[in-house]
């Protein structure tokens, strides 16, 4: 009999722990999911279609990830929160005062403009890397778009934001 309970008893846990594991990777697997879909629908926003495998993130100016919009243009991607690895290889092609500029611009533009709930931003640049577009979506589902360029004089700059009213 206590054989019997104690072989009941571990399959119990057993499936408990399964069931417990399996819920905490779900749950990890579903934010990365929501962040990759919050992601296309803020590039589908801007006139590029992309399935999700595609979102990959660029990581070096030599090695970089191009979108192409609507219009046939060809845009450098590069995620927000995985931006610093592609910062640091510009170090090797721009001088600080340009990749200050550009960190700068980002920080500027979340400090004044972002909100709780707004979605990861995204960074499109031209291939020149020279102009381009921070953008993110807010929860409410409009998208914020800044357009930003770099100036000689004055470094990396953005303009008021393009606003895309939710779908």
């Given at each position: 009999m206590k054989k019997k309970w104690f072989v009941s008893s571990s399959l119990a846990l057993l499936?408990?722990?399964a069931s417990f594991f399996i819920t905490i990777q779900l749950r990890e697997n579903d934010s990365d999911m929501i962040a990759e879909l919050n992601i296309q629908k803020t590039l589908q926003v801007l006139g590029i279609e992309t399935d999700?495998?595609?979102i990959k993130s660029s990581q070096s100016v030599k090695d970089r990830t191009y979108f192409t919009d609507g219009d046939g243009k060809k845009w450098v991607y590069i995620e927000y929160t995985d931006r610093t690895a592609f910062i640091e290889d510009?170090?090797?092609?721009y001088d600080g005062g340009f990749i200050e500029s550009f960190i700068g611009v980002q920080a500027s533009i979340m400090?004044?403009?972002?909100?709780?709930?707004?979605y990861i931003p995204i960074i499109l640049l031209e291939e020149d890397l020279q102009r381009?577009?921070?953008s993110f979506t807010r929860d409410n589902g409009e998208t914020l778009s800044f357009p930003i360029h770099c100036e000689y004089i004055k470094g990396w700059i953005y303009d008021e934001p393009i606003l895309f009213e939710s779908a």
């Open positions: 499936v408990a722990c999700i495998e595609s510009m170090e090797n092609y400090r004044k403009h972002s909100q709780v709930g707004d381009g577009s921070f």
